[in-house]
C-alpha cells in the first residue's frame, strides 16, 4: 500500500487562491473517503474538509464558502481548491485517505 502524495501549496497574499492535490493509490479498499485536515496557527490537526466515494463534501465551518473539495476518480486524485485565503489559512496541510496521511503541504498565507 502506497501513501497519499501530495502537491500543490506555496505561498500567496491574502485573499489569493491556491490549489493542493492528493493523489491516492487508486482501485484499493484505502481510497473511498479522502479528508484533508492542517496544523495551523500552532493548534493540534485539525479537520478542514472531505469527500465520500459518492462524491458527498463535508467542510468544517471555518473554510465553508472558501474552500472546495473535487475528486477526478480518473486520475485517482482529489484536490483542495482554497479562495479567500486568510493569514490564519498558514499552516501544512495534510490529505489522508482511509488509510494513510500524506506527508503534508505547507501553505503560507501572508498579510
Known amino acids: 500500500q502506497v501513501r497519499p502524495v501530495q502537491s500543490g501549496g506555496g505561498s500567496v497574499q491574502a485573499g489569493g487562491s491556491l490549489k493542493l492535490s492528493c493523489a491516492v493509490s487508486?482501485?484499493?479498499?484505502?481510497?473511498?473517503?479522502v479528508s484533508w485536515y492542517r496544523e495551523a496557527g500552532g493548534k493540534e490537526r485539525e479537520f478542514v474538509a472531505a469527500?465520500?466515494?459518492?462524491?458527498?463534501?463535508t467542510y468544517e465551518d471555518f473554510v465553508k464558502g472558501r474552500f472546495t473539495v473535487s475528486r477526478d476518480s480518473a486520475k485517482n486524485t482529489v484536490y483542495l481548491l482554497m479562495n479567500s485565503l486568510k493569514p490564519e489559512d498558514t499552516g501544512m496541510y495534510f490529505c489522508?485517505?482511509?488509510?494513510?496521511w500524506g506527508r503534508g503541504t505547507q501553505v503560507t498565507v501572508s498579510s
Open positions: 489522508k485517505d482511509s488509510c494513510y
Open positions: 487508486g482501485g484499493t479498499r484505502c481510497n473511498f473517503d
Open positions: 469527500i465520500e466515494n459518492d462524491g458527498t463534501t
